[in-house]
């Protein structure tokens, strides 16, 4: 029988119905993913892993497991999992590349909502007893600029959102074709990325972890935002430098910021982000909403059941049948 491990709270219909398959041994194990040891350990009787962004598949891991020929990855950022280990070693890397993108897309404008009225800072003053309108007078996103940086998938659904709100789109993107027609319709203006920071109200960043993003957003960028502007970012955490936004926050630099995303998950108790009430802060949930969870775990169970029994993964990010 073929066992599966599941590392992490991947849950849902189609894991429910992968547990009940009588040719594969599904091994949940939710919090394997914070224990190196039982990890390594659990993954040499494994043929398949499932997990979401917080196991490390590393080359070591890799190396503790001859008998694995699929990882699946139930999102779509692959930065927890060294794809060239798991690559030359003839196993197939499977993932949910757009299957959350439209969920992350509505929590970006959540999120820029959240901002410019005020809205989590208005809920907790009225727990307080208070009833403080002035106080929480905010901004209309219409006629606001908005900077998409990053305008692949979920940037340009951000984008059709935002422009249903009356945004002006300015973009910076060197990976897209800037003549796409999405891009016309949307009438979005691409600039180099000072230009972006230096005109957008709103700065909505969608870059993969790279070792070229990381801390891309650090003191030098900051400084050349407006002091109204905002910065949301659901994309990695690693992608800002915190501790230059928390100066940046601290000195009004820029006027505020939102995170679904931090670099360390969970953040630091009482940290300067956690403590900034310039901050609007979600714990990792723009993908997690039910109609995108059920579409994630629906495509890893199916590809991770598909090779195990000699098929092809439809998600595949390097190939579709294991090598091994
Ligand atoms: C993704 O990469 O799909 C999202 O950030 C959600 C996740 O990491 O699981």
Known sequence: MSRILVTEGVNGVAMDRLREESDLNVVFEPDLWNNPDALNDAIKDAQA?????QTQVTAELIAAAPNLKIVARAGAGLDNIDTDAVTKAGIVVSFAPSENSLSVAELAIGLFLSL??????????????????????GGELSGKILGVVGI??????????????????????NFVDQE????????????????????????TVHLPLLPSTRHMFTESLFAKMKPSAYLVNTSRGEVVDEIALANALE???????ALDVRSTEPPAVGDAIVNSDKVVLTP???????EAQERV??????????????????GFF???????
């Open 49 to 53: 892993i499932i997990v979401r962004n």
């Open 116 to 137: 410019a009225r005020n809205i989590p800072s208005a809920d907790q003053d009225i727990r307080k007893g208070n009833w403080n309108r002035a106080l929480f007078t």
């Open 152 to 173: 692949g998938r979920i940037g340009t659904l951000v984008a059709q959102r935002a422009k249903a709100f009356g945004m002006t789109i300015v973009a910076h993107d």
């Open 180 to 203: 796409g027609t999405q891009y016309k319709e949307l009438d979005v203006t691409f600039l180099e990325l000072d230009e972006l920071l230096g005109s957008a109200d709103f700065i």
């Open 251 to 257: 000195s009004g630099v820029i006027a505020g910021a």
């Open 284 to 290: 990792h949930i723009a993908a997690f909403t039910h």
């Open 297 to 314: 775990v629906e495509s890893v169970c199916r590809d991770a059941a598909a090779v195990l029994r000699g098929g092809a993964a439809e």
């Open 318 to 324: 390097n190939f579709p049948e294991p090598k091994r």
